[in-house]
């Protein structure tokens, strides 16, 4: 048995360093836009809101708008902006996101950031949920948001 144990971890150090691994989410498109960076933050049991982050990528020659967002895990689910004014911190909605023409539009903590309210129920991690993104050229699209744990953020490995 002993001599079996050096190969056994070979094997595990070369699963975690396959590039597929390492670049296992996805990447949805529709038109010109492409989706990535897409994850959610696990809520505690009692929590009624949480949170999605997503990166839209527009390889376009013309600027698109994201007119709305919508999710069968929450009641209402919208676009919001974290600001600082004054050392306070402040959530606004942003009712149309605009994509411009070749750039990448980041929602990420601490910016903005799709906000769902009156959750179904709690984001557990390991799980996913849907969320439909409506943009005005492009259309729309459903992808898969994966729950990370709280505390947790997406490692990016490209
Ligand atoms: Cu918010």
Redesign the pocket.
Known sequence: MRSMIPVFCLFVLLVNVSPANADNHMHPKIGDLTISHIWSRATPPTAK?G?AYLHIENKGNTDDTLVSVSSPAAGST?V???TVEDGVMK?SHVMALKIPAGQTVELKPSGL?V?LMGLKSPLKATESYKLTLTFQKAGEITIDVPILLPGKTLEHAH
């Open positions: 809101s949170v919208m919001h902006e974290t959530m950031h906000m």
